[in-house]
């Protein structure tokens, strides 16, 4: 078994941030990032919403970036994937899927979360080239473009309004005709003259040859489908927070598999912090993330210094 002070588990910005002020604090630490060490942050080409960069920087440099500065001042990485969480209150006893075991007096979860998308077999494809699944962080690329949206939640209607301040045409595709979105949010799309409703309706297939060209639709009523002209299409219905390990732990989860996280990070377990989009509701955005890691690396940190 190996011990040491902090072990954070997630290697993107949440997890990282916390690892550096952690490591600052004279906090032994050690980053389990997994295979694929680094988020959802390696799938993104251009990002331009992190403050400090004035040129557009790739989610891999980011990443590489942060990873180097990391082991820089003192984090050990590791590719240990964490599969199990047990302890009420410090020390924690964390297990790996090799059997591999660590002892932590603290732990931050910072494993984020996973787009979900559509299951269309183009998306791969497409992904980065017109599909997105963040309109906040893609939606500058298709200034001047028609895109179209998927979704009824308040995620989905926030984005459609958002775009259409930079799009001639906005298209909200919606497989019912009622929506989990606030109302007041809902009267404002209907309001916005250049949203269309495109309800009853589900994306049946992206259409383009190296980007996105279009959207085929099916009404899932009349099974009529129809071709919209696009030049992006955004998917909101949804993350998938990784925190599937936290099932048997003690460790409080929301129905939808958040973690249960006060506003400094700490969780419903003495000792265990989140940050990141594994418990983040609204926003997911790096910056966001990366401020949430620090926070939860300067409360590990005082939580450890008290217990030694």
């Known amino acids: 078994m190996i011990e040491t002070d902090l072990v954070v588990i997630g290697a993107g910005p949440a997890g990282c941030s916390a690892a550096i002020y952690a490591v600052r604090a004279g906090i032994k630490t050690v980053i389990a990032g997994g295979a694929v060490p680094g988020g959802q942050l390696l799938q993104t080409s251009d990002i331009e919403n992190y403050a400090g960069f004035v040129d557009p920087v790739g989610g891999f440099e980011m990443m590489d970036n942060m990873h180097k500065q990391c082991k820089r001042l003192g984090v050990e990485f590791t590719a240990d994937e964490i599969v199990k969480l047990e302890g009420e209150k410090t020390p924690f006893i964390l297990t790996c899927a090799d059997g591999k075991q660590y002892k932590a007096a603290a732990v931050v979860v910072a494993t984020g979360a996973k787009a979900r998308w559509l299951g269309l077999p183009e998306e791969e ?36 309004l958002f775009l259409a301040q930079f799009c001639p045409q906005v298209y909200l595709i919606h497989r019912r005709d009622a929506f989990r ?3 007041v949010t809902v009267e404002k799309v209907k309001n916005t003259p250049n949203i269309q409703l495109v309800l009853n309706s589900v994306p049946v ?20 489908t129809t ?16 925190t599937e390990f936290l099932k048997d732990s003690l460790v409080a989860l929301s129905d939808s598999g958040l973690v249960l996280a006060d506003e400094r990070t700490h969780t419903t377990v003495e000792g265990v912090f989140a940050a990141g989009d594994c418990a983040d509701k609204y926003y997911r955005q790096a910056i966001i993330a990366a401020g949430t890691g620090a926070k939860a690396g300067i409360e590990a940190a005082a939580f450890i210094n008290l217990h030694r």
């Open 125 to 160: 494809k497409f992904k980065g080239h017109g599909l997105s699944a963040c309109a906040t962080c893609d939606g500058f690329f298709m200034r001047g473009k028609t895109v179209c949206i998927v979704g009824g939640g308040n995620t989905a209607f926030e984005d459609a």
């Open 181 to 183: 979105a606030d109302q």
């Open 205 to 224: 297939e992206i259409i383009g040859t190296d980007a996105v060209e279009g959207v085929r639709v099916k009404n899932v009523k009349t099974g009529v």
């Open 227 to 242: 071709d919209i002209a696009c030049s992006g299409l955004f998917v909101a219905v949804g993350a998938v927070p990784q």
